[in-house]
């Protein structure tokens, strides 16, 4: 079975700085990553997804991973943060052995102060 | 609209009265899920569904039942219900889950399970 780590319970930041949430993974096989945002009182939306190809994936809302896999990690990045980007944030793996199963982090609530 | 469509929203019961917590999507999706949140330690995936009559435990699917008789309807059941089950309860659903073909998941509002 995979296990996703999510670092950062909690990243408070600054409106307009830059953040990095963290996201690392288990497996050596094939993986499939993924990025959700969890906004009060509402369930997940995708925000990115990283199938193959390119290592650096962009997703909705300004928001970019890097797909690392000797370091096995996909973090997430923004590099200017908004007031509305306060949610939690979850990261997510699949891989080719069942990609039937998905595997979430413990989630990171963002902050965003003014 | 497209969504998926849990209900009840909120649920208060007692140990060992069995509870059915429904869900629907109107997207003619083939992969449906259960989840469980809690905090410190995300979400927990609990059954899932390929298709109609098609369904595979997740990682903690003890005390849970799910049956998926029509495509659209994805109930899970809780036969004897205990403390530990009390859970912030999510209901997905994605177009297909097929090797290199993983579509999104779409989720409901989520269903507040105590059980007292």
């Known amino acids: 079975a995979q296990s996703v780590t999510q670092l950062d319970s909690q990243v408070p930041v600054f409106e307009e700085a830059p953040v990095e949430l963290r996201c690392n993974y288990s497996s050596s096989v094939s993986v499939y990553l993924f990025w959700y945002v969890q906004y009060p009182n509402q369930g997940l939306q995708l925000l990115l997804k990283?199938?193959?190809?390119?290592?650096l994936v962009k997703g909705i809302n300004g928001f970019e991973a890097e797909f690392n896999k000797s370091q096995t990690s996909f973090h997430l990045r923004k590099p200017s943060v908004h007031i509305s980007d306060t949610a939690e944030y979850f990261c997510?793996?699949?891989?080719?052995?069942?990609?039937?199963?998905?595997?979430f982090g413990s989630g990171t609530k963002l902050n965003v102060k003014p | 609209e497209a969504q998926v469509t849990q209900n009840p929203r909120y649920l208060i019961t007692v140990t060992g009265k069995k509870l059915t917590v429904t869900c629907s999507q109107n997207?003619?999706?083939?992969?449906m899920s259960w989840y469980r949140q809690d905090p410190g330690l995300g979400l927990r995936q609990i059954y899932y569904?390929?298709?109609?009559?098609?369904?595979d435990k997740g990682d903690v699917p003890e005390g849970y039942k799910v049956s998926r008789k029509e495509k659209r309807n994805f109930p899970l059941i809780l036969e004897s219900p205990s403390p530990n089950q009390t859970s912030l309860y999510f209901c997905?659903?994605?177009?297909?889950?097929?090797?290199?073909?993983?579509?999104?998941?779409?989720f409901g509002s989520g269903t507040q399970l105590s059980v007292l």
């Open positions: 997510a793996v699949s891989d080719n052995y069942n990609f039937n199963k998905f595997y």
């Open positions: 569904s390929m298709n109609v009559e098609v369904t």
């Open positions: 990283y199938l193959s190809g390119s290592t």
């Open positions: 997207m003619n999706h083939e992969y």
């Open positions: 997905a659903s994605s177009l297909r889950a097929q090797r290199d073909v993983l579509e999104k998941l779409f």
